[in-house]
């Protein structure tokens, strides 16, 4: 069966240090990925996606940054947080078909970050 | 993606059918519609999704009227566990690139013992 990972749980950095999330999933081969945000009290953001080894689309400009150098790894990263970056970070992966179909996303359990 | 109406919060008691509710009077012909559920402090999880036909898994049934109009997710036996915020999604599958899920605010289930 497939799982997606995703660390750190929680995480509390300060305004202007940098940031690293991965999330590697297990139990499938060339998945689609994605990076959501989720902030207190709203709806997920689609930050990223992801349909193979190297191919990063963003969604929203912003100051963060995602990479993907392995099939079944995903990396959020920023140079420089700021507080409007805090949120709930969340990774998904869907099946992916040779034709682009994307199917269901299985979500990964977050990460919580509070920029102070 | 259509646009999805769902009722706020709703309460069930625990052990009796949870029938939740949404309005998707803009789905086109070619979109699908998704539910899935975010427990407190969780990723959200997938639950069921449906074209035209009714379809039922172990987690739910998902009930799609005639003109696909609107739809019923019914959780047959709710338990403490159910409670969570329940998202109604409509979104074209079959076409490459389709990536984006819009989660709206959802409905608040509280399952009551």
């Known amino acids: 069966s497939q799982t997606i990972h995703q660390w750190p749980a929680t995480l509390v950095q300060p305004v202007g240090s940098p940031l690293s999330l991965e999330c590697t999933v297990e139990g499938t081969s060339n998945p689609n990925l994605y990076w959501y945000r989720q902030a207190a009290g709203r709806g997920l953001q689609l930050l990223f996606y992801s349909v193979g080894i190297g191919q990063i689309s963003s969604e929203v400009p912003q100051n963060l940054s995602a990479s993907r150098p392995q099939d079944r790894q995903f990396i959020l990263s920023s140079k420089k947080l700021l507080l409007s970056d805090s949120g709930f970070y969340l990774c998904?992966?869907?099946?992916?078909?040779?034709?682009?179909?994307?199917?269901?996303?299985?979500f990964g359990p977050g990460t919580r970050l509070t920029v102070t | 993606d259509a646009k999805t109406t769902q009722p706020p919060s709703m309460d069930c008691a625990e052990g009796r059918a949870a029938n939740l509710p949404c309005n998707h009077s803009?789905?086109?012909?070619?979109?699908?519609v998704y539910w899935y559920r975010q427990i407190h402090s969780q990723g959200p999880q997938y639950i069921i999704h449906?074209?035209?036909n009714n379809e039922t898994n172990e987690m739910a049934s998902l009930i799609i009227t005639e003109d696909r109009k609107s739809s019923t997710l019914i959780l047959p036996h709710a338990t403490l566990r159910d409670t969570a915020v329940y998202y109604c999604?409509?979104?074209?599958?079959?076409?490459?690139?389709?990536?984006?899920?819009?989660f709206g605010k959802g409905t608040k289930l509280s399952v009551i013992p």
């Open positions: 449906g074209l035209k």
């Open positions: 998904a992966w869907s099946n992916s078909g040779t034709s682009g179909i994307s199917y269901e996303q299985y």
């Open positions: 803009t789905i086109s012909g070619n979109e699908y």
């Open positions: 999604i409509v979104r074209v599958v079959e076409e490459a690139g389709s990536y984006q899920l819009t």
